[in-house]
């Protein structure tokens, strides 16, 4: 399965959208899927949606071009440009159908996807509705056998934290969001705190967050000092997730165990921060102030 996740969830940019797109999304969309072909057509799949599936091959049939074949259609929304999406898919010999693998149908183990920015995501389930069974193949390509994979679009994920309100910590700074779920900080005024603070302004009910993982996650970082943000996800777009979480301690520890749908805000002093040096990093010596959206989190291998 270490290819097809290389080729199916690798990240990268925001895809442009066309001149023609409409304001759904859902033309591009239907645009980049790839087009049924032979040998998609002839592959027998087994099993339910959301559950690893079993096929049999056309051994006669052979992958010459990248196809997809709907093997059931769900009933949920289209996937449209923008969408992260939550799916799962089992990997086999395309020559001989011998399974390969599975990923994504345990939880926390496969992140969601911005399904139109990834050009092999976008042709396998590209226009597809939540719901939907593909059967997708590649051609052999660059050293690598041609590929089959039954993919499961399993859910539309939001980019804002979804969970329950929580009492506001008093002496915290005060958070107010927009519609679209981006935060504005408003820091108290005196002295910002010598050590770490977290309250959780929102708690989700998905899986926590553990050492090692990958976290999908929206950001808004604020300097104390003057109350100006100076790094946020959503002046960039998208959600972000930095492999293995590798960011400053007390952001680290703001993630610790915290559910997925959370909403977070944390208080980083520059010892758990930048350090105190100004000369070292441009916010070295600042305490700095987080709104962290967890969207979703996918745990490290075992062993790793």
């Given at each position: 399965m270490a290819l097809a996740a290389l080729v199916l969830t690798g990240c990268s940019g925001s895809p442009k959208p066309s001149e023609s797109a409409d304001p759904t999304g859902s033309a591009d969309a239907c645009a980049q899927a790839a087009a049924p072909g032979s040998y998609t057509d002839g592959v027998k799949v087994d099993g339910e949606v959301g559950k690893p599936a079993k096929v049999t091959v056309?051994?006669?049939?052979?992958?010459g071009e990248v196809q997809r074949t709907v093997v059931s259609e769900g009933d949920g929304e289209k996937v449209a440009e923008g969408?992260?999406?939550?799916?799962a898919m089992s990997a086999f010999d395309s020559k001989t159908g011998?399974?390969?693998?599975?990923l994504g149908y345990k939880e926390g183990e496969l992140l969601p996807q911005n399904a139109l920015a990834n050009q092999a995501l976008a042709e396998a389930i590209g226009c597809a509705t939540i719901g939907t069974r593909v059967a997708f193949a590649l051609p052999a390509a660059e050293g690598a056998e041609s590929q089959l994979y039954i993919i499961d679009v399993l859910d539309k994920v939001?980019?804002?934290a979804w969970g329950e309100k929580q009492k506001p910590v008093d002496g915290m700074p005060t958070v107010k969001l927009a519609k679209d779920g981006e935060?504005?900080?408003d820091v108290p005024a005196g002295d910002a705190p010598k050590e770490l603070k977290i309250s959780v302004l929102k708690e989700g009910d998905g899986p926590e967050v553990a050492d090692g993982d990958t976290t999908l996650l929206q950001y808004y970082g604020v300097d104390w000092k003057d109350g100006k943000s100076f790094d946020s996800s959503w002046s960039k777009g998208a959600p972000y997730a930095a492999p293995g979480n590798t960011y400053v301690p007390g952001f680290v520890q703001a993630l610790a165990g915290q559910k997925v749908g959370s909403q977070v805000l944390v208080v980083i002093p520059p010892a758990l921060a930048y350090g105190e040096d100004p000369e070292a990093h441009e916010l070295g010596g600042q305490t700095l102030v987080f709104v962290i959206d967890i969207l979703a989190t996918q745990h490290a291998p075992a062993g790793q």
């Open positions: 056309d051994k006669s049939k052979k992958v969408d992260y999406i939550a799916y011998d399974h390969l693998g599975d939001p980019t804002a935060p504005d900080v």
